[in-house]
């Protein structure tokens, strides 16, 4: 194997110089540094990656902490944080949290002890514990998807964080059913505490003001954001004495819990009651009838997460921001509209964009 005393040699500088190309530890002149990635090239020199994290006190690895991997939104996410990671010469180490405050502090220490520069979370219900181990231990960390602010609620960012927009688009979701004539519109949220559980209501609630429509506690049901909970959820709605004629579903998982339960009680979407979900997924489109929907820019977070990282990495002592990024609203037909042709996706915020915080 080729050593750094052979890359040295062959691009004729020191062994010192190939270090500082390496590991970014210098200014090196440009010709010399390409010289010494030429030798690289030509030798297949392997950095130690050990001993380069002994000499800048950087592994170049990411902790991933995030909860349901196997949900296709969290797919795409992670989809985004490794390929913005590896552009950045980055290696990730993936933990699942399980939504579980204990969990979640748990793996996160572990992350932690593997000495990772620093780490992407998305956070539990409860994270007070996962807060005080990071803030403790001065842990470089963005937030992602949902966000924390600090325990006197004043909305201070503790930590960066990046998240799509949940308020605005729910709102959008509402609006739409509600103009096509629909008078109860029932919402299953997603599990309480987590804070696009919040700002989905928000928007729900928002959604019906906007309409002229009454609240009616009795129509939104959580879900806790899984699929048996969105079927228990919409089981708990059609049997109310009065049941909604349309129905927000807040995640994907409780999309489909909803669509098992009205199937196993033999009711047809729209025809006996019409349905808008948040989150977008490959196979919303092959439904019967197609989902209306509205769309995270799920891999865009993810890379939006390792930026911010490495912001935080090069400048620790900045203040925390808060980045939120527009979602798109599909308009498709299990919302009751006829089939549409050509191109369906519009912002639910007519293309405007909210400056970070």
């Known amino acids: 194997m080729a050593t750094m005393a052979d890359v040295a040699r062959s691009a004729g500088v020191?062994?010192?110089?190939?270090?500082?190309?390496?590991?970014?530890?210098r200014p090196v002149r440009p010709h010399t540094r390409q010289a010494v990635l030429d030798a690289i090239e030509e030798l297949g020199y392997t950095p130690n990656t050990l001993a380069r994290s002994l000499v800048t006190s950087r592994t170049r690895s990411i902790g991933l902490a995030v909860s349901a991997i196997s949900n296709p939104y969290f797919t795409e996410i992670l989809?985004?944080?490794?390929?913005?990671?590896?552009?950045?010469?980055?290696?990730?180490?993936?933990?699942?949290?399980?939504?579980?405050p204990v969990h979640e502090r748990k793996v996160v220490q572990l992350l932690h002890e593997r000495r990772v520069d620093g780490m992407i979370v998305a956070p539990s219900a409860d994270p007070r514990d996962l807060v005080a181990y990071?803030?403790?231990?001065?842990?470089?960390?963005?937030?992602?998807?949902?966000?924390?602010?600090?325990?006197?609620?004043?909305?201070?960012?503790l930590f960066d964080q990046v998240c799509a927009e949940s308020?605005?688009?729910?709102?959008?979701l509402v609006t739409h059913l509600a103009g096509l004539g629909h008078r109860r519109i029932g919402l299953v949220a997603g599990r309480p505490g987590l804070s696009t559980t919040r700002e989905r209501i928000t928007g729900y609630r928002h959604g019906l003001a906007a309409a002229g429509l009454p609240h009616d506690e009795r129509l939104l049901v959580h879900g806790d954001s899984e699929a048996a909970g969105g079927?228990?959820?919409?089981?708990?709605?059609l049997s109310?004495?009065?049941?909604?004629?349309?129905?927000?579903?807040?995640?994907?998982?409780?999309?489909?819990?909803?669509?098992?339960?009205?199937?196993?009680?033999?009711l047809t979407v729209p025809g006996d009651l019409a349905l808008c979900c948040f989150d977008d997924f490959?196979?919303?489109?092959?439904?019967?009838?197609?989902?209306?929907?509205?769309?995270?820019?799920?891999?865009?977070l993810g890379a939006q997460a390792v930026r911010l990282l490495l912001e935080r990495l090069a400048a620790p002592d900045r203040p925390a921001r808060t980045v939120r990024l527009p979602c798109a609203f599909v308009h498709r037909t299990s919302c009751g509209c006829p089939e549409r042709s050509g191109h369906t996706a519009q912002s639910p915020t007519e293309a405007h964009e909210r400056n970070p915080q």
């Open 282 to 300: 490959a196979w919303a489109d092959l439904f019967s009838p197609r989902l209306t929907a509205v769309a995270q820019p799920s891999r865009e």
């Open 167 to 172: 308020a605005e688009p729910t709102t959008r």
């Open 240 to 266: 109310l004495a009065v049941p909604p004629t349309a129905l927000v579903t807040a995640n994907n998982a409780m999309t489909i819990g909803a669509l098992r339960t009205l199937r196993e009680r033999g």
């Open 231 to 237: 079927e228990r959820a919409t089981a708990a709605l």
């Open 79 to 100: 989809q985004g944080v490794e390929a913005a990671a590896l552009e950045h010469g980055y290696s990730l180490l993936i933990a699942d949290p399980h939504d579980d």
């Open 134 to 157: 990071l803030g403790r231990h001065r842990v470089p960390t963005v937030f992602l998807d949902r966000v924390v602010g600090t325990p006197e609620g004043d909305g201070t960012a």
């Open 14 to 25: 020191s062994v010192a110089t190939v270090s500082h190309v390496l590991n970014d530890t």
